[in-house]
């Protein structure tokens, strides 16, 4: 038997703080700015072709869309592709979120983090910083950072008028925060919404639930390098444990293809339209079991749901500060 007196000082630390001492399910009070419990997201989204691969699958499955994201990076996607994937999401009013780049996997580094995903150097940071610029110069509302550095960097930016103050800062998987205070320490560095680890137990996640405000996105289908899991049966608790939750359709069992590009095309395609089959399983499923939650409206203004919905380049963000430098 543990020795709880022993842990009591600590746990009480931890609620001193406002964090959770204790993994524990628990049923989350917390919502999105429009009351709602979940969104829907599909990941890995790798470039016009995919996008269009996306938005066909869910016309033809009936599966409702929040935000799709992509890995490969805005720094690998030319000017007119970022455009077209812009006024594609606005089209929709779904929000956009491109990769970051360059990353050290990808650069001369011979160190390989999990995914390659950190940055070395003040050099990388500033190319980081001019891959945001960039792609928010032409209509983009979100980013996918993997780098505590980058994150700090983008809310500098935020601040001083570089990006938009309403550009959405999404934390990438490969963070890997994983406990109550490291989420709290990423979502006071500026971090808007970030992905959990596909692989921890509903307790430990309910635990970060109870530290933070931000909006949690998770892979309830992960790919193969995040561990393979399929979570479908588990979709009604985890909206009701970790409510505001995107809900994240990845896919499991397919080849690595990040970087992406033309060379890739069908293939990338061809999984951007399996992951919204997975989507519309898991939803079904969830109606079965019950679905007593609520969802945010496809058509909802984004002043009221916060999404971070691309602007057409005709009226993409206009601020001196930002011409000047971006």
């Not at 016009?48 to 869910?58: D, H, I, M, S, T």
């Not at 990438?172 to 994983?178: E, G, K, P, T, W």
């Not at 490291?182 to 307790?203: F, H, K, Q, W, Y």
Request: include cysteine.
């Amino acid at each position: 038997m543990v020795n709880e007196s022993r842990l009591q000082p600590y746990r009480q630390l931890l609620l001193d703080s406002g964090s959770p001492s204790a993994d524990e399910v628990t049923t989350s009070a917390k919502r999105f700015p429009d009351g709602a419990h979940y969104r829907v997201e599909i990941p890995s989204t790798e470039g016009v072709e995919g996008l269009a691969a996306v938005f066909q699958a869910a016309d033809d499955y009936g599966v409702p869309l929040h935000r799709v994201s992509q890995g490969s990076g805005s720094m690998l996607l030319v000017d007119d592709e970022i455009r077209e994937m812009a006024a594609m999401c606005h089209s929709r009013n779904v929000e956009l979120s491109l990769f970051v780049g360059p990353r050290a996997g990808w650069d001369i580094s011979g160190q390989r983090t999990f995914g390659g995903n950190r940055l070395e150097g003040a050099d990388q940071l500033v190319y980081s910083m001019d891959d945001l610029a960039r792609a928010a110069e032409l209509g983009v509302r979100g980013a996918l950072v993997s780098d505590e550095g980058v994150l700090v960097a983008a809310a500098l930016m935020r601040v001083q008028g570089l990006l938009p103050n309403d550009f959405v800062l999404k934390g990438s998987v490969q963070l890997m925060a994983s406990n109550p205070l490291s989420v709290r320490m990423l979502e006071e560095a500026g971090l808007d919404t970030i992905n959990m680890a596909p692989g921890m137990s509903l307790a430990r996640l309910s635990a970060v639930r109870g530290a933070v405000d931000l909006p949690i996105d998770f892979y309830v289908e992960a790919p193969d390098n995040l561990g393979g899991f399929v979570r479908h049966y588990e979709i009604h608790s985890i909206i009701e444990a970790l409510a505001p939750v995107y809900v994240k359709f990845g896919l499991r069992n397919h080849p690595d293809v990040y970087p992406s590009g033309g060379h890739l095309q069908p293939l990338t395609s061809a999984l951007s339209r399996e992951r919204v089959r997975r989507a519309r399983i898991g939803l079904d499923l969830l109606d079965r079991l019950g679905n007593d939650f609520t969802m945010t409206q496809t058509d909802a203004p984004a002043e009221v749901t916060r999404l971070g919905v691309p602007q057409p380049r005709e009226s993409a963000f206009q601020n001196e500060a930002f011409l000047q430098n971006g």
